[in-house]
């Protein structure tokens, strides 16, 4: 596997898979391993990554699916070095990287066909008083300078079959958005979780799922979950997301 300057492989040693990374132009983190473990991934089907980064979450799905993933990514670069690790883990029959943006998915991915949309997209708004990283790459990843939550959620129903599944994480501070965006694209808000870095801390990070033109009743929130304990360290439910059952 060629390496690029700068770059370098990482593993989740939970699901065995190998990611190429690259603090100068992304690297996955603690978000991508949340949602990779937060819905229920379909046996079958088809299940889209969208704003997929370096493959991350698509990749740490793939071993609990038999489905076709489709990766939709917007820069070049990170689309080139998802290609790559699929590659690496040898999962080139089973996922497909469309460097593509998101609001021209259906260039690649037909409409009402998808059973699961996982995203993990820009958390920030793309305002004149938001500072950004002088790093272009980081600063797409992170801010909604090409796609805004509006177009994920539009891109998103777009996508779905009826009864197909949504899930996204994000920051908590836009959950009232969220909620308002998803039943205007037709998605049922279904179960809500969110992760606290310690226990007595608010939260920092909102997983959330719903299902295309499902019902409005029997939204759940699931119980929380705490990234680090009192002594500094992941705690058991964080430790086995990462590293396996011990």
Do not use: W
């Not at 883990?89 to 949309?117: C, F, G, M, Y």
């Not at 836009?174 to 049922?188: D, G, S, V």
């Amino acid at each position: 596997m060629n390496l690029l300057p700068g770059e370098r492989i990482d593993q989740l040693y939970a699901e065995g898979i190998k990611i190429i990374q690259s603090p100068d132009v992304f690297s996955f983190s603690l978000d991508a391993v949340l949602l990779a473990n937060f819905p229920r991934i379909p046996k079958r089907g088809k299940i889209v990554d969208l704003c997929a980064g370096n493959g991350a979450v698509g990749l740490f799905i793939a071993g609990k699916t038999q489905g076709q993933i489709e990766m939709i990514e917007l820069q070049e670069r990170l689309a080139d070095m998802a290609k790559r690790s699929v590659a690496l883990n040898q999962r080139e029959e089973q996922i497909t990287v469309h460097n593509l943006d998101l609001k021209h998915s259906l260039q690649a991915v037909p409409a009402d066909s998808v059973d699961l949309l996982l995203c993990n997209p820009p958390y920030f708004k793309d305002l004149p008083t938001n500072s950004k990283n002088p790093n272009p790459h980081l600063a797409i990843a992170r801010h909604e300078i090409h796609a805004s939550l509006t177009d994920v959620l539009k891109t998103a129903s777009q996508l779905l079959k009826m009864n197909g599944r949504f899930a996204m994480v994000h920051r908590p501070e836009r959950f009232l958005e969220i909620l308002e965006l998803m039943q205007t694209y037709r998605i049922a808000p279904k179960r809500v979780q969110f992760v606290y870095p310690k226990a007595g801390k608010d939260a920092n990070i909102l997983l959330i799922e719903g299902i295309k033109d499902g019902k409005t009743e029997g939204f759940k929130v699931a119980p929380p979950l705490v990234t680090y304990g009192t002594d500094g360290k992941y705690t058991s439910a964080i430790k086995e997301m990462l590293y396996g059952r011990q």
